[in-house]
């Protein structure tokens, strides 16, 4: 931990350190540079000095053990829903609102969405609290989210009384089994000596493995003080530490070598970046010029570089680009950076490509194709160390003709952008959120047929953020992110993009953002269908069936949660809709009518 003194807080800390812990797609256990490289950021390293877990006096209750440390680990916001089975765990929190917040949802499902979406945003912990029984199942979702996309987070869940539990009791849930598959670390609080370590070992395994770590605590444990408790005789008083830095770790210099090797064999050289890579994007552009190599992006990659970044061919796979499509088709090498996108009829095809991967986790190394060399470490100090041993490719044949498909590819969008359709076709108002939105905006997903059309047709500028539901690919988190994303960056817009099927899922949470003055915005496809599932239904022979929706009236929803809300129907209306929304100081929803026809395509049949 930072000496009280030193001016320079643990949560700054963290916060400094947010886009470095994102590193390859995952974490990992190796070197904590931070600590010993002389190179590291001047105004951190020379500041952090080790110290062990804060010290509890003895009135502290289980539940004030757990919140407490969860601070000292730069927790900053907590989200859930109440319940009698942690009305403890609530106490704590609202005695402590100064430094964690207390974000109250509508549905658990949601507090969980948010929790990822927090972590995903920054890099930092998210946190959520479930009650007992419903509570616990109901952030099963959300934990799930985080779970597959490597976000930090730790939730809390209630239990029946101590002596109660297995006795069919009401809301009797085993939160433990509930969980055993989504949580990295999975552990039942004990009483207080137990939490003092337990809690310090969650935030732990959060943050430095990538995922969900899981604490469930009777009620009636959450209240007891630490003075009554006893302590076995295997416990002397131990206590563990909350000083933690992020693993930045980089590969043997042999194995450098030998990717320098496979990677400068190649005269097609292709790139394929995940949101592992989202700190190391000086390093992608470096390696991509000295190899003119085209970067295609997977979707929660997809802020790597800017989307008119003359090295990058824009999205890959059923999300993706023809020019994406073509290079990994095409390419007799290919370097994977902090990725393992789902779809292996996009990636080069066996044989063809020799073949590169960096990720934070060894089991993900040739996960998704037969990658000749592995390298396991931090994506952005692996590429460093990688580059001064690439020769600069003088062909640029590969890269060029890349670019000119790029160049084919943008017009085909403008003209799919620019056609005055009405209904509208949602590729024009995807446009209009792109060119309208700030600069600096943190922009969240939901999964969808609007999910094809913001990944293609949503041009992101270098200051710009972006997440959503990637290896989960879940309906209904759209809205919550944008809430995460409010909380995280204050001075920023956070918009959503989401189609009215998923909307609908969890669009209670409207209220949460009017009931914590949360200006966020949401851009709502409304075709009255779930469109992406009726053309999968179509695409196999079928009839659609199942997929029609029955219509809402999203403005008049979101005028009556307190929020403001706009629609738009004909093309010269979007534009003056959805300025009108970000423009608002409150939050605001745009309902934008959208061609039920319009069919998310694969890159290569993409029509005006």
Not at 93 to 119: C, N, P, T, W
Not at 255 to 260: C, D, G, K
């Amino acid at each position: 931990m930072v000496p009280a003194n030193s001016g320079f807080g643990r949560r700054n800390f963290l916060q400094m350190t947010s886009v470095g812990i994102i590193a390859a797609s995952a974490g990992g256990t190796a070197t904590q540079a931070l600590a010993s490289n002389p190179s590291a950021d001047s105004e951190s390293s020379p500041r952090f000095a080790p110290q062990p877990s804060p010290e509890f006096t003895s009135d502290l209750t289980t539940a004030d053990i757990m919140v407490e440390t969860l601070i000292a680990w730069g927790a900053t916001h907590c989200f859930g829903m109440v319940g009698d089975g942690i009305n403890s765990i609530v106490e704590a929190l609202r005695r402590r609102q100064d430094r964690i917040k207390y974000i109250g949802v509508r549905h658990e499902e949601a507090a969980a969405f948010m929790a990822s979406g927090f972590a995903k945003h920054t890099g930092q912990l998210g946190v959520c609290v479930g009650t007992t029984g419903p509570g616990a199942v109901h952030l099963l979702n959300g934990l799930y989210d985080a779970n597959m996309d490597g976000a930090p987070v730790v939730a809390i869940t209630g239990m029946t009384f101590h002596d109660l539990i297995g006795t069919r009791y009401q809301q009797g849930v085993d939160t433990t089994k509930l969980m055993q598959d989504v949580a990295l670390y999975n552990v039942e609080v004990t009483g207080p000596e137990h939490a003092v370590l337990v809690t310090n070992r969650a935030c732990r395994v959060a943050l430095g493995d990538r995922g969900v770590a899981h604490l469930t605590v009777s009620k009636d444990t959450q209240m007891m003080r630490l003075a009554a408790d006893k302590r076995s005789m295997g416990n002397p008083g131990a206590r563990t530490s909350s000083a933690w830095m992020p693993v930045i770790n980089q590969p043997p210099a042999e194995q450098l070598r030998a990717a320098a090797d496979v990677l400068n064999s190649g005269r097609k050289v292709a790139i394929l970046v995940g949101q592992g890579a989202l700190n190391a994007r000086t390093e992608v552009t470096q390696v991509a010029d000295l190899l003119a190599a085209p970067v295609a992006k997977a979707l929660l990659g997809k802020a790597v570089l800017a989307d008119d970044s003359p090295l990058t061919t824009g999205g890959i796979g059923h999300l993706g680009t023809s020019p994406s499509s073509w290079a990994m088709k095409t390419c007799d090498a290919v370097l994977i950076v902090g990725s393992t996108m789902p779809w292996f009829e996009y990636y080069p095809k066996p044989g063809q490509a020799r073949g590169v991967q960096i990720d934070m986790k060894s089991d993900r190394i040739g996960l998704r194709y037969p990658v000749e060399i592995g390298l396991v470490g931090d994506a952005k100090a692996t590429l460093a160390g990688l580059i001064p041993l690439l020769r600069r490719q003088t062909d640029r044949g590969f890269l060029e003709e890349a670019q000119s498909r790029m160049k084919d590819w943008n017009r085909l969008l403008a003209e799919v952008e620019t056609t005055p359709r009405s209904p509208l076709r949602p590729q024009m108002v995807i446009k209009a959120v792109s060119d309208l939105i700030a600069d600096d905006a943190v922009i969240s997903l939901d999964c969808g047929a609007n999910t094809h059309f913001s990944a293609r047709n949503l041009m992101l500028r270098p200051g710009q953020r972006l997440t959503g539901t990637g290896m989960m690919a879940s309906m209904g988190p759209g809205l919550p992110f944008a809430i995460a994303g409010q909380l995280a960056y204050p001075d920023q817009q956070s918009v959503a993009i989401v189609g009215d099927g998923g909307f609908a899922m969890l669009m209670a949470e409207m209220t949460t953002a009017v009931q914590h003055n949360l200006p966020v915005k949401i851009i709502v496809l409304k075709n009255n269908s779930l469109a992406e599932v009726k053309f999968e239904q179509i695409g196999l022979g079928n009839s659609a069936f199942g997929c029609d929706l029955s219509p809402i009236d999203f403005v008049a929803f979101a005028r009556a949660c307190g929020a403001e809300g706009y629609r738009c129907e004909r093309p010269d209306e979007v534009r003056p809709a959805i300025q009108a929304a970000l423009n608002s100081p409150r939050p605001a929803l745009v309902e934008a009518i959208v061609d039920p026809d319009e069919k998310p395509t694969d890159p290569d049949e993409l029509k005006v």
